[in-house]
């Protein structure tokens, strides 16, 4: 009679269980993340594939978003009336940024290196952009180029990281 009970508690705990997970409808899969807000900004990671404003990365093996960092159409300084998104990872002590500027008003069509020199004309991964070499006063490069209408920046440890974003 104990057996008996037993296996129908076990069978009845399993059942419960199911029907929670089912009408909760729950997804196992913790390698998706997906956020978006009412002003515009979206984003979405999956399996090291960033989508930021419908501007598509491939975020190198090792690196872990900083969701506590992560910035959906915010409004911005520079360029005027525009917003921006940006996602930032770290592995170990080196950190990944992109960042995507857009516009409700205009779609941006021209990037120019800035005057004092800090900024040249560069190619990387095949797109034309600007490069800085330490836009951040950390050492570290920066890279922007239009996109449908938007800027894109990418700042990471070195430019071999910079080109495997774009890929």
């Known amino acids: 009679m104990k057996k008996i009970l037993m296996i129908g508690v076990i069978l009845l705990t399993i059942g419960i269980t199911l029907s929670a997970a089912s009408a909760a409808e729950w997804n196992f899969d913790f390698s998706s993340t997906e956020s978006s807000n009412t002003d515009g900004g979206a984003m979405s990671l999956d399996n090291g594939k960033l989508k930021l404003q419908d501007i598509e990365f491939t975020i190198p093996d090792g690196y872990k978003e900083n969701e506590s960092a992560r910035k959906l159409a915010e409004p911005a ?19 990944l940024m992109t960042k995507v500027y857009f516009s409700d008003e205009v779609n941006f069509d021209s990037l120019t290196p800035n005057d004092d020199g800090s900024s040249v004309e560069k190619t ?7 490069y800085f ?25 070195d430019d071999s990281i910079i080109e495997s974003v774009m890929k």
């Open 77 to 95: 300084d520079d360029p005027k009336d525009a917003k921006f998104s940006v996602c930032i990872f770290k592995n170990g002590d080196k950190e």
């Open 124 to 130: 990387m991964a095949g797109t034309k952009g600007i």
């Open 133 to 157: 070499e330490d836009k951040y006063g950390d050492g570290t490069p920066t890279f922007e180029f239009l996109k449908d209408g938007k800027i894109v920046e990418i700042n990471a440890a």
